[in-house]
């Protein structure tokens, strides 16, 4: 009798394996819980590719589906805003505002391929429609105390406008042909005269990125302590070294002062503001300038290495005075005072 019952309990042991493999793993545990993981493809957003490995709301897959963290600045990246309250829940609306200023988290440690997030709970609404989560096939999600939507048709292109594609070696792309980056502040810089020039080489247009505090300028390799309390600013001046008069053309290209910190190899973009660069008259052997502040350097910044410049076109367009003909010069050369970045170390 006891060899039977060891026979039959080995017997339902080895039925119930055949049937964990054959039955589906339920789409969520009884608390709430699902398994996700983070995109195996590249993910870009508004022309700036993103990585999941050290964000600290990274973009996830749930049931074949890429999820959308709803950041405040994710959101208004794409032109949504955004409200929550205990009795309405999460509200999402589609109003394509512009922005100018990106603030971007990430951990220095990588996250882990596979996570757990929790369907989310309360009310949902998108453009004044309510969402029954409960019964959504790919619902709204929580992770890290942000809510996640999913990138399907319905959600990405008919309710929020986005232009939406996949393939497989572009990954996803997501934009938004109708909320612009740019900048929130007009030019506020100046036009002067220089003395002597030195490191530019043979360029007619030379430009040079610097970094300051209220204790002076800031040099790549400096060790900088109490950041919080300096007043940090990063400067540009473009010198007119072509011998003539000219005017600065604008071309359609947003200039942008960004931040990035450097975690291994990688540099992970944590800070984006677009800035207004200068267009109009600038004679010959002078210069123009000016600053840009952020609030980036305000906050808890983790210690570490950090690169800051400005992404700019390949090639300045200008006329020289009393010509109409439209000139190109190329941003970059061979002048080894001319750059566009500076890093430092944050302790």
């Known amino acids: 009798m006891k060899k039977l019952w060891i026979s039959l309990l080995l017997a339902a042991v080895l039925l119930a394996a055949v049937l964990l493999r054959i039955l589906p793993a339920p789409a969520a545990q009884a608390d709430g819980t699902v398994r996700v993981s983070l995109p195996g493809h590249s993910v870009t957003v ?18 074949d589906i890429t999820y959308f963290p709803m950041t405040y600045y994710d959101c208004r990246l794409l032109g949504l805003s955004t409200a929550w309250t205990k009795e309405d829940g999460l509200t999402v609306e589609k109003n394509d505002a512009s922005l100018s200023e990106y603030v971007r988290e990430v951990q220095s440690v990588k996250n882990e391929r596979v996570q757990q997030a929790r369907i989310a709970e309360g009310p949902v609404t998108v453009n004044g429609k309510s969402i029954d989560n409960s019964s959504e096939p790919y619902p709204v999600l929580s992770f890290r105390d942000v809510a996640y939507f999913p990138l399907t048709w319905r959600f990405a292109v008919e309710e929020f406008g986005w232009d939406y594609e996949f393939d497989d070696a572009a990954g996803l792309t997501v934009s938004d042909p109708k909320s612009a980056f740019i900048p929130g502040e007009e030019w506020d810089g100046g036009i ?156």
């Open 46 to 63: 508004n022309g700036q590719t993103v990585s999941s490995e050290h964000s600290r709301y990274p973009f996830l897959v749930y049931k």
């Open 192 to 347: 002067d005269t220089y003395g002597g020039l030195m490191g530019t080489g043979d360029m007619k247009l030379a430009g040079m990125f610097h970094m300051s505090g209220h204790w002076g300028g800031i040099s790549p390799g400096d060790h900088l302590t109490n950041i919080a309390e300096e007043d940090i600013r990063s400067s540009f001046y473009l010198y007119n070294v072509t011998g003539e008069d000219i005017r600065l053309l604008e071309d359609g290209f947003q200039w942008e002062y960004q931040i990035y910190r450097v975690i291994g190899k990688r540099e992970e973009l944590v800070y984006r503001k677009a800035i207004p660069l200068y267009s109009g008259e600038i004679p010959e052997s002078h210069w123009m300038y000016m600053d840009t502040s952020d609030s980036y350097w305000k906050t808890d910044v983790p210690p570490g290495e950090y690169r800051c410049g400005l992404l700019h076109p390949e090639n300045y367009t200008y006329q020289i005075l009393g010509d109409e003909q439209i000139l190109t010069e190329p941003t970059e050369g061979n002048g080894y005072a001319v750059c566009f970045s500076t890093s430092f170390t944050v302790e």
